[in-house]
């Protein structure tokens, strides 16, 4: 639908604005009353519905009841040569998602500013039970000329609070970066949602960034609903302190813990911009200087254990060493034969340390046992070096030769250390194995390029480890609106797009474990037209078929 150039009604199109998800939206000249104006103009396969149609002029009718400076005014509401178009205020100025994109973080006095505006927008549509639903940057128009005039627009997503029941069941309405938890769980919403959207709005002022970005849609849902926010002055260093407690307060994932009405968030900021933590709050506390020193104790108390060792250690080589040269004196003192080598004396320690020396360590007596054969006493004095070491008078000097206990001890504790060591480390070898394997999923319809029409059905290839679940995530290029699906163990899923998102989609498939994507496939393009999607029929009929979905239909142009 290209309208360009020419003439609706007393309007002159002049171009093309942009295009949504159920509506393209031009900038036209109105002769009569020697102004410009915007006109959004329902696409023509759209006036076949008349479900639709009177949505959109019902949307149209709580729009136009809202009369108040911040927020864009609906002109005319009308209907002529097969289109369906609402006549609007045409907005001069910038968004305020270009404003942060040119400057980053905005100074605080001019945030103060464009937020006290969209919060005095929201509290007029509030006050009348309508509900934006679609908060973000993008539909803030900031006019610099005007002392930065702000007007909040696009109130083609507000739909009455009675009037909730249209919109369908798993079809989510919003920009993912901008939802809130409930609008991800797709739950029945209330103003509260405009409050955390407005949230995320104030936060992105503030820092530059939203608080969550991720690399699919459906990753910033999860971290939406499950996720807390990072501080604003962890990217913003020297912000105020008591702005982290209304940040937090709007984003709070309970709505029950968040602001109840849009005027007490900015009653709060004023507050806090001035430096001075807002009634009923407290600072939020900072545990992490309490942490570091808790190492050190530990540290020191292993010292006195060490000390200890090596005292014991000192005092038992010093005992060794005296008993060692007891030793060699005695040796030396039989040697020049001041002690007697009387007959009866020399039997009795011969057998006396041949058994205590076995019974000790078995591997040192090998050593031992050959000097206990050597004691023949036909040598009398030739051997005297040798044969004095296994027979010596005193039989406490031969425990002295415990010298070899001493070193077959260290031998066996070396033996059971590396004996515990061998078996850690089998046993700790397997688990590096036991995360569960999957496969990225292969997409295999709605094919790429395909024109498709509802109920379609989304089929994929693939394989699941235990534990681990399927989700399906479709968003609609024009708008950003997503569709998702529960968590699936099948391969395949059957659902309705909504009939006003005419157009191109693109579609994924996560593999979910514990909350988290652990993979996600690339995404798969189709256009979907609830009117003209392909089928066996052609499309368009009800005998379409079961699933009634178009298939290698090639995209219109």
């Known amino acids: 639908m290209d309208l360009e150039g020419k003439k609706l009604g007393q309007y002159q199109i002049i171009e093309e604005l942009g295009r949504g998800g159920m509506a393209v939206v031009y900038k036209a000249y109105q002769p009569a009353l020697n102004r410009f104006v915007a006109i959004k103009v329902l696409p023509p396969q759209f006036a076949f519905d008349d479900e639709f149609v009177q949505r959109f002029l019902r949307e149209a009718r709580s729009a136009a ?6 927020i864009m005014t609906i002109h005319d509401i009308s209907h002529q040569d097969g289109f369906y178009f609402i006549v609007m ?90 939802m ?36 699919t849609p459906h990753a910033v849902l999860i971290a939406h609903m499950t996720q807390e926010p990072p501080s604003i002055s962890s990217i913003s260093p020297g912000l105020p302190a008591p702005l982290e407690a ?38 939020r506390a900072r545990p992490r200087p309490a942490a570091p020193p808790a190492p050190e104790p530990t540290v020191v108390t292993q010292k006195p254990p060490a000390k200890t060792g090596v005292k014991g250690w000192m005092w038992g080589l010093g005992a060794a060493a005296l008993l060692l040269l007891l030793t060699v004196c005695g040796v030396a003192a039989f040697a020049l034969g001041v002690v007697p080598f009387g007959a009866s004396g020399s039997p009795s320690p011969t057998p006396t340390a041949t ?63 590396s004996a515990s060591a061998a078996t850690t480390q089998p046993t700790a070898a397997p688990q590096e194995t036991a995360p569960p394997q999957s496969t990225m999923p292969n997409l295999v319809e709605p094919a790429q390029g395909g024109t498709y029409k509802s109920p379609l059905t989304f089929q994929w290839n693939g394989s699941l480890a235990a534990g681990q679940s399927y989700q399906v995530t ?8 997503a569709v998702q699906s529960g968590l699936l163990s099948t391969s395949s899923w059957v659902t309705d797009l909504p009939g006003d998102k005419v157009g191109e989609w693109a579609w994924t498939v996560s593999v979910v474990q514990g909350g988290s994507a652990v993979t996600t496939s690339p ?11 392909g089928g066996d029929d052609g499309g368009g009929g009800d005998d379409g078929g079961g699933n009634g979905d178009g298939k290698n239909t090639p995209a219109p142009p």
């Open 89 to 178: 205020e045409f907005v001069e100025g910038k968004t305020l998602d270009r404003l942060v994109a040119e400057s980053g973080r905005l100074p605080l006095p001019r945030i103060q500013r464009i937020i006290s505006q969209v919060v005095a927008a929201l509290e007029h549509a509030h006050q009348r039970g309508l509900i934006h639903r679609d908060i973000k940057p993008t539909n803030i128009m900031v006019d610099e000329q005007r002392d930065d005039h702000v007007t909040l627009m696009d109130f083609g997503l507000v739909r009455a609070a009675e009037d909730s029941s249209l919109t369908k069941t798993g079809t989510i309405v919003g920009t993912p970066e901008y």
């Open 474 to 481: 479709a968003i609609h290029r024009g708008s950003g609106q």
């Open 246 to 283: 209304v940040v937090r307060k709007a984003l709070a994932k309970d709505r029950d813990k968040r602001y109840s009405r849009a005027s007490e968030l900015s009653r709060d900021l004023d507050i806090a911009l001035r430096g001075e933590m807002p009634p009923g709050m407290k600072k």
């Open 65 to 70: 009841a809202l009369h108040h400076p911040n």
């Open 355 to 417: 058994p205590d020396l076995p019974s000790p360590t078995l591997t040192a007596t090998e050593e031992i046992e050959p000097t206990a054969t050597s004691t023949p006493r036909p040598s009398p004095t030739g051997e005297a070096s040798l044969t004095p070491e296994p027979s010596p008078s005193p039989s406490p000097r031969p425990s002295a030769t415990a010298e070899p206990t001493a070193t077959s001890t260290p031998t066996v504790r070396p033996t059971a250390t």
């Open 523 to 533: 995404e798969h393009f189709f256009w979907f037209d609830p009117f003209g999607g």
């Open 180 to 215: 809130s938890p409930e609008q991800a769980e797709g739950e029945e919403i209330d103003q509260r949602t405009d409050i955390y959207s407005l949230g995320v709005v104030l936060f992105k002022t503030l820092t530059g960034r939203v608080p969550f970005s991720r690399s």
